[in-house]
Nanobody
């Protein structure tokens, strides 16, 4: 499956953005889908994940209560709604998928397929 992330941009602190992850070459309801981010000089960080059947979600501690992951099976898309953005949310955001239905792993090593990343910049 090939993934393409989009929707990044520049936003002021307190604002919102919605990232999209489009898939081709595979049906996302057969994969768990995660979002990760990486800021300059920092390690890749788990943001959120959703199981292939949509029944489970998982969030990183730093985004819980502010971000929401969702899906649209008809469009073969996954989304990351980001609210109450903070300057520390600034990073390149990646979507990634793993070949199982029920997982919501937070480990980047569990994901086989990665999109190219989209830049999110939050100004103070």
């Amino acid at each position: 499956v090939q993934l393409q992330a989009s929707g990044g941009g520049l936003v002021q602190a307190g604002g919102s953005l919605r990232l999209s992850c489009a898939a081709s070459g595979g049906t996302l309801n057969r994969y768990y889908l995660g979002w990760f981010r990486q800021a300059p000089g920092k390690e890749r960080e788990f943001v959120a994940a959703i199981s292939g059947n949509g029944g489970s979600t998982n969030y990183g501690a730093s985004v819980k209560g502010r971000f929401a992951i969702s899906r649209d099976n008809a469009k073969n898309m996954r989304y990351l709604q980001m609210n109450s953005l903070k300057p520390e949310d600034t990073a390149v955001y990646y979507c990634a998928a793993g070949p199982a239905i029920y997982s919501t792993s937070s480990r980047s090593s569990a994901y086989y397929y990665w999109g190219q990343g989209t830049q999110v910049t939050v100004s103070s």
